[in-house]
């Protein structure tokens, strides 16, 4: 008798989860990524870099034992608050439009002696790619909460816009594939990652806006370059280069887009 | 030579919120590289947090804790200006201590 009681309450406790758990099922997976991600936010490993790239930035180092503090990133020798939110832009001592890494480059190259191209050809994560890594994040957490907004005063700038626009859109490979086929439009996904649409400004610290990241799941921190890479190797499109002008090109696209977005880099990512 | 950790303590109540992330590869030991070689385990081993130089916590850490660890913890009766030093010592001997004064 007692048992059957007990039952009755197993039963009636068993049928109130399975009318509870729906509405819980309502919280959307993006709800859920985004709690997670605050969850993470308040310990987010990625100001490990920061203050690695910091130290690196006023370290004497490379050839010519010299320190970035003249590297020019754009409002002047040393300066980089600030400088995040107007990458990629046209320096015109180099003559090329630059996104925060490829400028970092040429400053490891010219003030330090290291070899650009070397660096350029090193795998991510290893040697001094390391070292940009860091530097990456230094640079864009002095940029935090301030608002994307590219110059596009120069030829060269509106050039690259029209180029990254044209990447873009640029169906190729064996699938067939481009940007625009994931972050064209609006609500698609891949599994439970809601991707954004690129094509406008999607919002404060949304794509372009939450790069450079720390990824949870490789615990690594990646700058836009890799970032981009892996855009290009899930297309199965052959990696057109760390630093080439093709990812620069598409660095100036969805940062004139994202335009007005407040940046949260460093973030953190699953 | 490991990277120092990032501390932040503050006021809060009668005590003092402690956060620290620390910087540290965490291996457990059972990965393979890419060659098929075991990775060898080697991660922190004994985490020792000291108010004004007195210890207030020791903890034993495994291979179960994330790369890159952050932990978050309470120091009762620590008031603005004490310092907290938190140290760690990791499976190959390792060691690293950094401090911080209370906000």
Aim: hydrophobic share 40%.
């Amino acid at each position: 008798m007692s048992c059957g009681l007990a039952w009755r309450a197993v039963l009636a406790f068993g049928l109130g989860a399975a009318f509870a758990l729906p509405v819980l099922g309502q919280k959307s997976t993006a709800d859920g990524i985004n709690q997670y991600r605050a969850l993470l936010a308040d310990g987010n490993p990625a100001e490990l870099w920061e203050a690695k790239g910091e130290a690196l930035w006023k370290q004497k180092r490379g050839p010519n034992n010299a320190s970035l503090e003249a590297c020019d990133l754009g409002k002047g020798p040393g300066v980089a608050k600030g400088a995040f939110v107007e990458l990629p832009r046209f320096f015109a001592d180099t003559g090329k439009v630059q996104d925060l890494e490829s400028r970092l480059l040429s400053c490891l190259q010219t003030l330090q002696g290291f070899d650009a191209a070397a660096i350029a050809a090193t795998p991510f994560g290893r040697g001094e790619q390391l070292t940009l890594e860091a530097l990456v994040a230094f640079v864009a957490a002095e940029s935090r909460g301030l608002r994307f907004k590219l110059p596009q005063g120069h030829a060269e700038e509106r050039k690259m816009l029209e180029v990254g626009r044209r990447l873009f859109f640029f169906r190729a490979g064996p699938y067939d594939f481009s940007c625009a086929s994931c972050h064209g439009e609006d609500g698609k996904r891949i599994r439970l990652q809601d991707l954004p649409n690129l094509t406008k400004n999607p919002g404060d610290g949304i794509g372009f806006a939450a790069w450079p990241a720390y990824r949870v799941s490789s615990g690594e921190l990646w700058g836009m370059q890799r970032r981009l890479n892996d855009c290009f190797r899930q297309q199965r499109f052959p990696y057109p280069g760390y630093a080439s002008e093709v990812t620069v090109a598409l660095g100036v696209y969805m940062g004139v887009k994202s335009e007005g977005a407040a940046s949260i880099a460093p973030s953190i990512k699953r | 030579m490991s990277d120092p950790m990032r501390i932040r303590a503050q006021v809060q109540g009668s005590g003092a919120v402690v956060r620290v992330l620390m910087s540290h590869e965490m291996e457990t030991g059972l990965r393979k590289d890419a060659a098929g070689a075991t990775v060898p385990a080697w991660h922190i081993t004994e985490v020792v947090a000291a108010l004004n130089g007195k210890t207030v916590m020791t903890a034993q850490w495994g291979t179960a804790i994330a790369k890159n660890p952050f932990t978050q913890f309470t120091v009762k009766g620590a008031k603005s200006g004490d310092k907290i030093s938190i140290s760690w010592t990791d499976s190959r001997g390792d060691k690293r201590t950094d401090e911080v004064v209370v906000a």
